[in-house]
């Protein structure tokens, strides 16, 4: 124990009530007799330490059992359902929520179409977005423990404004955590869309299981999230990942959507194609996938661009893994067999390059992650209120 800080009565009952209950959680179902013998706590302790929880509705007996004959004993479980986390996705088009439990098991999803790409029109689709999700899971709303939001910029930590906004009017410079949490009467923390993105990769996505990371989000814009040793890094000023910034003013390698298009039309005339101006990019990579040789042309300049994106940031933080997402980033059947190759050739020690598996759901499940880690806290703060 830290030196300075007494074992009150108060501090170990606080801390063997909590790994009760986290040994609750990693083995559930559990018996009694296999708490203690997990969590090196004595059987009568235990006892006291279950009648808490019990009370406090953050565990129940269950009468689920473990393989094998149960011989009489009481089994526990946490309770999934004592509080609830609504991750929130804002972009220029919709607003994606979903609500998840303590288990994280997501109760209930669905996207809202904006009607305009205004920070005034996002508030108000959150407000519907929240009542319509718990109709829709069951839940008691009073249940939500945190609100977590995804938005397309940079967030200031310390004052919970957006900057660095494009592609939704009237979000920049914005106190729209607090602004949230005056509508939804609840603790909202708002994060950057693509930090978000790489924390869902690693809780459920293709980066489980690894520590040091990348997620290139290739789309409209330019962005990044950076996992170094488990843990993300937003930077000084919370911009970190701004990829647009990168190139200091030379699009020649930009590999954004708007550039793919400005390629192809700079390429027209050199090569066959069935292509037609304005060049949609869904539409070249299609042409690609059927052999059209001006759209083989593009998608080849844009793997090159991606891999000069993701060659510096390997260099310098040496991830081990690069994961690909974003509306033409998620192109990985065209992209990845270009990409590879040329890391391998310009860097010792390439990563790994990887297509999302999440989808569009990207950013959601990471909001989900970083609410469920919060709530999971919170509930157990709560308990002696709540109890």
Excluded at 347 to 361: A, F, I, N
């Amino acid at each position: 124990m830290p030196s300075g800080r007494r074992a009150t009565p108060t501090l170990l009952r606080d801390l063997n009530e909590r790994t009760v209950l986290d040994t609750i959680r990693s083995g559930a179902p559990i018996s009694r007799a296999e708490i203690a013998r997990r969590s090196g706590i004595s059987k009568p302790t235990v006892s006291l330490a279950l009648q808490s929880l019990l009370q406090a509705d953050l565990v129940r007996e269950t009468a689920e059992r473990p393989d094998g004959p149960g011989y009489g004993a009481v089994y526990f479980e946490p309770v999934a359902e004592a509080a609830v986390v609504l991750g929130l996705d804002l972009g220029a088009r919709f607003v994606r929520g979903a609500l998840c439990d303590l288990a994280g098991e997501v109760r209930a999803r669905q996207d809202v179409e904006l009607q305009a790409a205004e920070a005034a029109e996002a508030v108000e689709a959150i407000e519907r977005l929240r009542s319509s999700l718990t109709e829709a899971s069951g839940l008691d709303p009073d249940r939500i423990d945190t609100v977590v939001v995804g938005v397309p910029g940079v967030v200031e930590r310390r004052t919970g404004i957006v900057r660095v906004v494009e592609n939704v009017a009237g979000l920049e410079g914005r106190a729209f955590e607090s602004e949230l949490e005056s509508t939804l009467d609840l603790p909202v923390r708002l994060e950057n869309d693509i930090n978000l993105a790489a924390l869902g990769e690693q809780w459920q996505g293709v980066a489980r299981g690894v520590s040091n990371f990348f997620f290139l989000s290739v789309g409209t814009g330019l962005g990044g999230g950076l996992v170094v040793d488990g843990e993300l890094r937003r930077g000084s000023k919370g911009a970190a990942g701004e990829l647009d910034f990168i190139r200091a003013g030379d699009d020649s390698t930009n590999p954004d959507a708007a550039a793919v298009s400005a390629y192809a039309a700079q390429l027209a005339g050199r090569y066959p194609t069935r292509l037609v101006a304005p060049y949609d990019v869904r539409a070249v990579f299609a042409a690609a996938r059927a052999g059209d040789e001006l759209a083989a042309a593009v998608v080849a300049e844009e793997a090159r661009r991606i891999a000069l994106h993701i060659a510096p940031i390997a260099a310098v933080a040496d991830v081990e893994l690069v994961v690909l997402g974003g509306g033409v980033g998620s192109n990985g059947d065209l992209l990845l067999e270009a990409i590879r190759p040329l890391l391998a050739g310009w860097l010792p020690y390439p990563p790994r390059v990887e297509v999302s598996s999440l989808g569009d759901g990207v950013v959601l499940t990471g909001a989900l992650a970083v609410g469920l880690r919060a709530a999971l806290d919170s509930v157990f703060a709560r308990r002696r209120v709540t109890a």
